[in-house]
């Protein structure tokens, strides 16, 4: 009997069997890109992990809807709600027109996200296209009680909503210390408390990107968008919100208290959020200045990379790490994962020419059992790679005749790697995108194998030794085995 499928939620601090609202039904939101930079390892690792969710969740049956947003207006450089806007600011500096910025970075984020084969979501709303839905959801908090004009801005009253619910129950924050914190910040003594939040900023009338509102000509705050367009896609009431765990505060905690304002309760029941990915402890980021992009990684052009490294060796590297666990940057783990992905799909490749048997020496259906029950422990991807990494050992050991199998297990081994490994992880073999271009190499390294093979023969040991110290030489290694030749590519 399968384990039911647990999550840890943000919310609650544990984790809890999941069970949608409206089953086979899933609502899925998450967090998507500001788009006015290129795509980094930190923008992978949350697209990634809700790949692996999304994925996982089809793979058992459920019918989900997925919707990740683009923002494309809002998102001021500060949390605090101050600074310019980050695409703005782009285009002022580039002299470009901000939805130029928005559509250039776009299309470099979906280009990255493809290479690392993850799914396009069923729905990518951007944050400029649904401002009037972000306008309604402003007048109906103000008309709630919840918010404050203030000099053509409207501010969410912080202070008002916590005397009739709880601010901060998802980040933990207490909310009599960030009352307290009043100091007056630049550019916000219309604020009544610094803790309170933009709903509606007023424009400045050289700011670039602005609309036409109740209070003033201006733009939404950050935080609005997502509590307006989840709830326009999935309802008032949906299964999961996803992001990163730098979005807990502000970000989410202010959508928690925007759409329970508006609507008496909460819109999400799990809240999903994964680790960062750092460098030398210290978390990698655009603002930040020590994030390398994702085609500096394809292509190793960075001071810090020793090499370059393929979209997959991205993707296992990722997964090979628990989502809820911080990712650690460093050239030796990359290297580690690439000699550990080779090995799986070299694996994979030996499994259709397996000799078999009337008895298996092995468990095979247990090995998938081990592999449901991890992804069914909050999505364990790593413990699902060690048993993953487990079928690769008794492949290679059936293959040398030291364990043996049926061919209903040869045929369970097929469909398990086919499951976990390419269906769930999304792992593919890069090598089959080079379609005949690889067939071609593999076809001409078999022919120096028979011209080898044809020396050996006439013991010819020169031209033998030759091409195999060749090979060997260009990173091939060759096994003589006493059912033939095997070869493979370091």
């Given at each position: 009997m399968m384990q039911p499928l647990v999550i840890y939620n943000t919310l609650s601090r544990t984790k809890e069997t999941f069970e949608p609202?409206?089953?086979?039904?899933?609502g899925l939101y998450v967090c998507g890109p500001t788009v006015y930079g290129d795509p980094h390892l930190g923008h992978a690792r949350p697209a990634i992990t809700f790949d692996l969710l999304f994925r996982y969740l089809r793979f058992i049956g459920y019918k989900v809807r997925y919707v990740r947003n683009i923002t494309d207006v809002g998102h001021l450089e500060n949390d605090a709600d101050e600074g310019e806007d980050k695409i703005a600011k782009k285009a002022r500096l580039e002299q470009l027109e901000p939805m130029e910025i928005a559509q250039y970075y776009t299309l470099r984020y979906h280009k990255a996200m493809e290479a690392l084969n993850t799914l396009p979501p069923s729905i990518e709303p951007l944050a400029s296209g649904h401002i009037i839905e972000q306008i309604e959801l402003a007048k109906e908090i103000f008309d709630k009680g919840f918010a404050y004009e203030s000099e053509g801005?409207?501010?969410?009253?912080?202070?008002?909503?916590?005397k009739e619910y709880h601010y901060g129950r998802l980040s933990g924050r207490n909310i009599d210390e960030l009352l307290e914190n009043t100091r007056q910040l630049e550019g916000q003594h219309e604020k009544r408390k610094s803790v309170d939040f933009a709903l509606w900023k007023k424009a400045s009338p050289d700011h670039i990107m602005k609309w036409p509102s109740p209070w003033s000509r201006g733009f939404p705050g950050w935080h609005l968008e997502c509590s307006a367009m989840s709830t326009k896609y999935l309802g008032e009431e949906f299964d999961i919100h996803g992001g990163g765990m730098d979005l807990i505060f502000p970000h989410h905690e202010c959508e928690i208290a925007q759409n329970t304002a508006a609507q008496g309760k909460s819109s999400v029941k799990y809240w999903?959020?994964?680790?960062?990915?750092?460098i030398n402890g210290q978390k990698m980021g655009k603002s930040l200045g020590n994030f390398i992009n994702l085609e500096e990684f394809f292509s190793g052009e960075n001071p810090m990379l020793e090499k370059a490294y393929s979209p997959m060796v991205i993707r296992f590297f990722i997964l090979q790490s628990h989502y809820r666990s911080p990712v650690d940057f460093g050239n030796e783990a990359l290297q580690a994962s690439e000699?550990?992905?080779?090995?799986?799909?070299?694996?994979?490749?030996?499994i259709d020419k397996l000799p078999v048997g009337q008895t298996s020496s092995y468990d095979v259906k247990l090995l998938r059992q081990k592999c449901f029950d991890a992804m069914n422990d909050d999505l364990n991807s790593p413990i699902l790679i060690a048993h993953l990494f487990e079928g690769a050992r008794l492949i290679h050991a059936v293959k040398d005749k030291k364990e043996q199998i049926t061919q209903e297990d040869k045929q369970e081994l097929r469909s398990l790697f086919d499951d976990f490994l390419f269906d769930i992880l999304g792992i593919k073999d890069e090598t089959e995108d080079a379609g005949g271009q690889y067939e071609a190499f593999s076809k001409a390294i078999d022919i120096l194998l028979d011209i080898r093979l044809e020396a050996k023969q006439r013991k010819d040991w020169a031209t033998s030794d030759k091409i195999r110290d060749e090979l060997t030489?260009?990173?091939?290694?060759?096994?003589?085995?006493?059912?033939g030749v095997e070869w493979t590519f370091l």
């Open positions: 609202l409206h089953s086979p039904n899933v801005s409207l501010y969410f009253d912080v202070e008002k909503y916590n999903m959020h994964n680790n960062m990915i750092t000699k550990g992905l080779k090995r799986l799909l070299e694996a994979n490749g030996f030489a260009l990173g091939f290694v060759i096994k003589d085995t006493k059912d």
